[in-house]
């Protein structure tokens, strides 16, 4: 008993001593990949996805990217997102606080879909590269005439060529 | 490779985020000058909006699943007038990131401010949100306390400014009491709210309402979610607005609220709800702040009101003189009053990120962008072997908080709350001093633990 907590203990303080880390051991953190977004506050299990009721949809991502996924009816495109480790972030966790887990819809999705409510539209306003194909992706929930949706993440950067933007140490 | 981020705030978690991503054998270290994480997330966003600190989570499961990459160094401030100098960083580190936050509140240039009565809308945060260095003292003395007495016994109060941070100000001030209770808002601000004689808080406005800085949403919030606060406006101005033609969908949609959600100035129904005892927001427009007189338990406010000239566009503005024509001036006697000008954008050194960067102004998630922006086109010579600053630490003494620190910090914190009576919110720690030990009892236990498993591995062998 007193080994094991001894030991669980230990485990933590060599996280405490992290200013040592190796180059090696950062190396292989970084094989592992970065994570970034948490799991959606009320996930689902994507393994678990009942196939005779599933909704096809497309995720293209910031570098083009496509991710062609099923989602349970009912679901958020944010929890599709965390669900299938595509990174939109949902900083307020689906409360309309945000905007960051904004997404451009295709035109007959975005027709398909109930006008957004004040609360949304007064969220998407203040989201970076707004179209008229902009939604909040905590907002929008997966039915089945949707499928076939394809959801497409805003860039995650400036445009440089339009703004003339270069960043210089100062 | 080691990067030092300097500044845990938002801009600095999402560099650290874009860093990781873009240099896949890199270890960033994150230099605070707080003891804690979180910056403006933690201090400046209301008590009363939960649902905006829930970035919180996402920030912290970023540095759990990446324990082995992320160094968190509380309580070490990096500057020119500080041990650590941007000049050490230069030698610890392959590169630097600064994501400091904002330089500065504005002010009202060519305006004396009176020592008492007259505070900035950041001040009110930092009070609200118990952040330890409003327990500075300064010539005047301590700051908590010189707001406390001025907002005790206030029944009148003025901020200068009509952006959200404004806003926030009058909410909390205005809003019931009650619902105050179970959000992280500083124990001592809440008792003094509780007894708080407040009538009215009026927001002034330099510019016409289509010019307001506020977002619809910090507006619609006020206007129609809150009981208890009647909030009123110059109608007539605003239907001047509404007839402007190039004004955006969201400015359509925030004058849409202010016609359609708040009562006339002029109306009978204002004066109705005066008389009922209901709290009021003022919604001041045209109206720019020239000089303060300090009197024994209040301030006049003189203000220059303009009206729109015939000539003018969009906001109002005469596009060839930037102003509008002067038409009288006011005085308006407040108990308290607040500067919430927004802020200037840093300045310092080195490649900068978020508030540090640019205008000292946006929301959370803009900090994403820019830190993708700025991490994305950097490239880093990899030429030395960079050391970092924890032997910099053991060798000076100075003492740091860990991320297991800050976890224990974390803890105490939530204990306190749920002592406190508050279901799910925190009663922070607003003593620098008080953090530290907290940290370094954790600190302590663990060497303790190491010894303990270090001899019992001993004897066994
Ligand atoms: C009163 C107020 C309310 C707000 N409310 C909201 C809201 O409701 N919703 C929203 O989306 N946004 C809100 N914002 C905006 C939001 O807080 C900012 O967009 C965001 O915090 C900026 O992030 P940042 O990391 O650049 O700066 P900051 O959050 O200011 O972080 C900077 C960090 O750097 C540290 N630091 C400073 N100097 C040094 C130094 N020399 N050495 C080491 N560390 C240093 C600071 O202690 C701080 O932790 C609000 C802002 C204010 C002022
Ligand atoms: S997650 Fe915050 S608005 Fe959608």
């Keep these: ?23 090696a051991r950062s190396i292989a953190a970084a094989r592992r990949g970065v994570h970034c977004s948490p799991p959606a506050a009320h996930g689902y299990d994507p393994r678990r996805v009942d196939p005779s009721t599933a909704i096809a949809l497309t995720f293209v991502d910031r570098d083009g990217a496509r991710h062609a996924l099923k989602a ?15 990174d939109l972030e949902g900083a307020c966790e689906g409360s309309l606080a945000c905007s960051t887990c904004h997404v451009y819809l295709d035109q007959p999705s975005f027709d398909l879909l109930a006008e957004p409510c004040d609360d949304e539209n007064d969220m998407l306003d203040l989201a970076f590269a707004l179209t008229e194909l902009s939604r909040l992706g905590c907002q929008v929930k997966m039915n089945p005439q949707l499928e076939g949706m394809q959801v497409t993440l805003p860039p995650a950067t400036r445009n440089m060529a339009v703004d003339g933007f270069v960043p210089q140490p100062h | 490779m080691r990067i030092a981020v300097v500044g845990a705030g938002p801009a600095g978690f999402y560099a650290t985020q874009s860093l990781l991503k873009r240099f896949p054998d890199c270890t960033v270290d994150l230099i605070e000058r707080l003891p804690v994480p979180f910056g403006l997330v933690r201090y400046g966003v209301a008590p009363d909006h939960p649902a905006t600190k829930k970035v919180i989570n996402t920030f912290s499961a970023f540095v759990n699943s990446n324990r082995s990459r992320i160094n968190f160094y509380g ?72 707001i406390e007495r001025d907002v005790k016994g206030t029944e009148n109060v003025a901020v200068i400014g009509v952006g959200n941070v404004a806003i926030d100000i009058a909410r909390l001030l205005l809003r019931p009491v009650d619902d105050l209770r179970s959000t992280d808002i500083s124990p001592s601000v809440l008792e003094l709210l509780s007894e708080s004689p407040i009538k009215s808080v009026s927001l002034f406005g330099r510019k016409s309402p289509s010019g307001a800085a506020w977002t619809t949403a910090a507006l619609r919030e006020v206007v129609t979610k809150i009981p208890g606060i009647i909030t009123t406006c110059d109608h007539g101005l605003l239907r001047k607005d509404m007839e402007m033609s190039q ?23 204002l004066h109705h709800h005066e008389h009922q005892g209901s709290r009021i927001l003022r919604l001041e427009f045209l109206k720019t702040p020239i000089a303060f007189s300090e009197n024994v338990e209040s301030v006049n406010l003189r203000l220059q009101c303009s009206q729109p000239a015939k000539d003018m566009v969009g906001e109002h503005l005469n596009p060839a003189t930037k102003s509008c024509e002067v038409r009288d001036t006011i005085e308006s006697v407040c108990g308290v009053v607040f500067l919430s ?10 490649y900068r990120v ?17 830190a993708e ?21 053991s060798s000076t003494g100075h003492r740091f908080v860990s991320w297991e620190g800050w976890e224990c910090i974390d803890a105490v914190e939530k204990k306190r709350g749920s002592e406190y009576g508050r279901k799910d919110e925190r009663v922070k720690l607003e003593s620098v001093e008080e953090m530290l030990q907290v940290a370094e009892r954790q600190a302590q236990n663990m060497n303790g633990f190491n010894q303990q498993f270090r001899t019992h591995c001993e004897s066994r062998s």
């Design chain 1, 1 to 23: 008993m007193l080994r094991q907590a001894l030991l669980r203990t230990l485990r933590r303080a060599r996280a405490t001593a992290a200013p040592r880390v190796t180059g």
């Design chain 1, 72 to 86: 349970p009816p009912g679901a958020s495109l944010l929890e599709v997102a965390h669900a299938n480790h595509i």
């Design chain 2, 75 to 146: 309580n070490v401030a990096v500057g020119d007038d500080q041990p650590l100098k941007p000049s050490h960083l230069k030698d610890f580190y392959n590169l630097t990131i600064y994501a400091t936050g904002a330089a500065h509140p504005r002010t009202l240039p060519g305006v004396h401010i009176p020592s008492r009565f007259v505070y900035g809308a950041q001040d009110f945060a930092f009070w609200a949100n118990g952040h330890p260095d409003i327990h500075s003292t300064s010539a005047q003395g301590k700051l908590s306390e010189r």
């Design chain 2, 247 to 269: 004004l955006s969908r969201s400015k359509k949609s925030m004058l849409k609220v202010l016609s359609e959600k708040t009562v006339d100035l002029n109306s009978a129904e």
């Design chain 2, 341 to 350: 000008l927004g802020y200037v954008g840093g300045q310092g050194s080195g």
């Design chain 2, 354 to 370: 978020g508030w540090a960067n640019g205008k000292g102004a946006g929301i959370i998630g803009d900090n994403k962008w820019d």
């Design chain 2, 373 to 393: 922006t700025v991490i994305s086109s950097l490239s880093i010579p990899d030429t030395m072997n960079a050391v970092g600053i924890s032997h910099w630490l």
